[in-house]
Nanobody
Framework: QVQLVESGGGLVQAGGSLRLSCAAS????????MAWFRQAPGKEREFVAA????????SYAGSVKGRFTISRDNAKNTVYLQMNSLKPEDTAVYYC?????????????WGQGTQVTVSS
């Protein structure tokens, strides 16, 4: 079974940047697409960005397009999320998981996530 460990979150002022990492283990990481999701207080978890297994394609939620960049290093079994021009509304716990193409898909497993707090 895959295990996911997210890291890199923190407190940052609006306009700042953070780089999140997600280390995966337990499966052949390079064989499947990955995505980042986030959940703000009192809100449902939402899709943020996804990347194909071979880095051939990426997709983003409209709210982060142009500010966030998803990438991966299959040799390190790690997926990244570079977040620039952060806004207070980006405040959330960020999670990674396998990507199946459906932002509403339910998952049996989530890692612990990493908290991102953006102050105004």
């Amino acid at each position: 079974q895959v295990q996911l460990v997210e890291s890199g979150g923190g407190l940052v002022q609006a306009g700042g940047s953070l780089r999140l990492s997600c280390a995966a283990s337990g499966r052949t990481f390079s064989s499947y697409a990955m995505a980042w999701f986030r959940q703000a207080p009192g809100k449902e978890r939402e899709f943020v960005a996804a990347i194909s297994w071979n880095v051939g394609s990426t997709s983003y939620a409209g709210s982060v397009k142009g500010r966030f960049t998803i990438s991966r290093d299959n040799a390190k079994n790690t997926v990244y999320l570079q977040m620039n021009s952060l806004k207070p509304e980006d405040t959330a716990v960020y999670y990674c998981n396998e990507w199946f193409g459906d932002p509403r898909r339910e998952y049996d497993y989530w890692g612990q996530g990493t908290q991102v707090t953006v102050s105004s």
